[in-house]
């Protein structure tokens, strides 16, 4: 397959399509869950809704940035065996038949990173390699009919290193010492050890596994160059709010299980939905102008209006957390899970707005440490 075709937008909408057809299956689902009214596959995914939404969504948009960095035509087949997962879970085929494919979509994942270590074995490839480790395991606990709580810390790991390997990629580009590194690294190996127990001791793993969330946030809250271009202005500053509260959300969920261990319950919801919602889909924001402008080769530039769904996700998830799963308020719960639904789908189509409106030829403000091409490993995300 030539480059042409692999830069091509035609090319690379559709996996990102399917990777959207995850989103909007996980959230009707999350409405089932909620106990709300549904549009169409909610109660027959409610189970698989942590899967659907992680491997699904995320598993599938970052298996495509992946491919994009690797610029290899067979890089293509992870996304696009993972978004045949997503189509084949949706659908009335057999469950194996999804996870099935989901899982090879992860492993063929695994060989993409592979070739990029290869490429560049940097400590930032490393963390993001154990990862993709974790996500071929959550694949595999899934496809084998493990109960979905059971497969949380591994769904954890794959994208709170995911995420940790790329900013540990950027902050190599500041003032970054090899102890810094081996810090992140050692964090790295706390989250795949805490996954480890806890498929043999539930609430020690879950104990654990909160611990290495919070030297998680610690570190990217000490170490990220979010905290200076927080000062900044426009994109660079939108980008450090969201990477900060996220930062934030990942140090809520990691004092929950520290201290208690939970894997069932009030605690538990508000713990998976501060790392799922707070942290992740804050990353996603986060990282949406610079993954439109290297995937599709198209600009996404900002918009004020940006931080209203970001404003919203916040303010609901705090509803959510701190008013129903603290209090045991079922009507908070569901106003704040609704809350943070509509912040979702009002990201997509502000972001859907700017991309659509923008001149082909306009260009995103990009901050001094941020590269304006595909680095060797990831589609520089930057702050």
């Not at 899982?103 to 490839?125: F, M, T």
Request: glycine residues 10%; positive net charge.
């Amino acid at each position: 397959m030539s480059n042409g075709v692999l830069t091509r937008t035609s090319f690379r909408l559709p996996f990102l399509l399917l990777g959207g057809l995850a989103l909007l299956a996980g959230l009707d689902a999350a409405l089932a869950l909620l106990g709300l009214p549904h549009v169409l596959v909610g109660d027959r995914l409610a189970e698989v809704h942590g899967p659907l939404m992680v491997l699904g969504f995320v598993g599938t948009v970052i298996g495509l940035e992946r491919s994009v960095a690797l610029g290899r035509g067979w890089g293509y087949l992870a996304p696009a065996l993972n978004g045949l997962g997503v189509l084949a879970t949706v659908s009335v085929l057999p469950h194996a038949v999804g996870a099935g494919l989901v899982l090879a979509g992860q492993v063929g994942g695994l060989l993409v990173y592979r070739a990029l270590y290869a490429r560049l074995p940097a400590a930032a490839v490393a963390v993001q390699v154990l990862g993709q480790l974790m996500a071929v395991a959550a694949a595999a606990l899934w496809l084998g009919g493990v109960p979905v709580p059971a497969t949380v810390p591994w769904l954890v790991g794959f994208l709170v290193l995911t995420i940790l390997g790329e900013r540990l990629e950027l902050a190599r580009l500041g003032a970054l010492s090899p102890r810094d590194a081996t810090a992140a690294q050692a964090v790295a190996v706390a989250v795949v050890l805490a996954a480890v127990v806890s498929l043999l001791a539930p609430d020690a793993g879950f104990t654990l596994l909160g611990a290495a969330l919070l030297a998680a946030a610690l570190w990217l809250a000490v170490k990220d160059v979010a905290r200076r271009t927080v000062r900044s202005t426009g994109l660079p500053r939108f980008i450090a709010l969201c990477l900060l509260a996220g930062y934030g959300w990942l140090a809520v969920a990691g004092a929950v299980w520290a201290l208690g261990g939970q894997v069932e319950g009030r605690a538990y919801d508000a713990a998976a939905h501060a790392l799922f919602l707070g942290f992740v889909i804050s990353m996603v924001m986060a990282h949406a102008p610079v993954i439109m402008r290297a995937v599709l080769r198209r600009p996404l530039p900002y918009r004020r209006a940006f931080l209203v769904p970001a404003a919203l996700l916040h303010a609901t998830l705090v509803l959510r957390l701190a008013v129903g799963d603290a209090r045991d308020l079922e009507w908070a719960v569901q106003a704040g899970g609704v809350g943070n639904i509509a912040a979702v789908l009002t990201f997509v189509a502000v972001a859907a707005w700017s991309a659509l409106t923008a001149r082909r030829t306009t260009t995103t403000a990009h901050p001094p440490s941020q590269p304006r091409e595909l680095s060797t490993t990831t589609t520089g995300a930057s702050s």
